[in-house]
């Protein structure tokens, strides 16, 4: 039951560039929608988030576009930097108004940005 | 910076042994949480832990495991009897707010090993 897929276990981009990782959701329950970073031998860290009213939000490097109608929300990275080469996870939250305030996460993407 | 720790980093058990997973959680948190990651798989939710309760559990968390705040400072995850399928990273997080997922660190796990 894969409530939310990140179809692309891997990515490469050239320092410099934009990175873009998808992910897509199948629960129209979910209204609240994160991105997490990974190093290797650490937790993931929390990066950036988007609510269902909006669709976008900007923090710097990195911005997050919400597709309601195709249940669809990426991540750019602007420019790419070799420190962002890290696992990216999408996570969503069906928690207004409702019990289930569990965070359902995707696979992962592995973002390489070469220099 | 504040951090959550996780002991022991690798763990490796014969089937049907129980073992405890132990996490020290940010000192002024109130909100604790266990995830898992099989190898190659999404971060998956399983259980949520408020004033000395399960607040929620996803359907992983069965009567195999179980969750307990010994103290004032630990936050521990027990298998009783443990399974192949037991095999994953284990994660344990902890907020201040329930469910603030924006300020919701995650230490930086324990692999169990199950042979």
């Known amino acids: 039951d894969q409530q939310v897929k990140q179809n692309s276990p891997s990515l490469s981009v050239q320092e410099g560039r934009i990175s873009i990782l998808n992910c897509d959701y199948t629960n129209s329950m979910f209204d609240y929608f994160l991105w997490y970073k990974k190093y290797p031998a650490e937790g993931p860290t929390f990066l950036i988030s988007?609510?269902?009213?909006?669709d976008k939000n900007e923090d710097g490097r990195f911005t997050v576009f919400l597709n309601k109608s195709a249940k669809h929300l990426s991540l750019h990275i602007v420019p790419s930097q070799p420190g962002d080469s890290a696992v990216y996870f999408c996570a969503a939250s069906a928690g207004s108004g409702g019990s289930n305030y569990k965070l359902t996460f995707g696979k992962g993407t592995l973002l390489t940005v070469n220099p | 910076e504040p951090e959550v720790t996780q002991t022991p980093s690798h763990q490796v058990t014969q089937m049907g042994q129980e073992v405890i997973l132990r996490c020290v959680p940010i000192?002024?948190?109130?909100?604790f949480y266990w995830y898992r990651q099989i190898l190659g798989q999404k971060v998956e939710f399983l259980v949520s832990f408020y004033n000395n309760e399960i607040s929620e559990k996803s359907e992983i968390f069965d009567d195999q495991f179980s969750v307990e705040r010994p103290d004032g400072s630990n936050f521990t995850l027990k298998i009783r009897s443990t399974k192949l399928e037991d095999s994953a990273m284990y994660f344990c997080?902890?907020?201040?707010?329930?469910?603030?997922?924006?300020?919701?660190?995650f230490g930086p796990g324990t692999r169990l090993t199950v042979l």
């Open positions: 988007i609510s269902s009213i909006k």
């Open positions: 997080a902890s907020s201040f707010s329930p469910f603030d997922w924006e300020t919701q660190y």
């Open positions: 000192s002024n948190h109130l909100y």
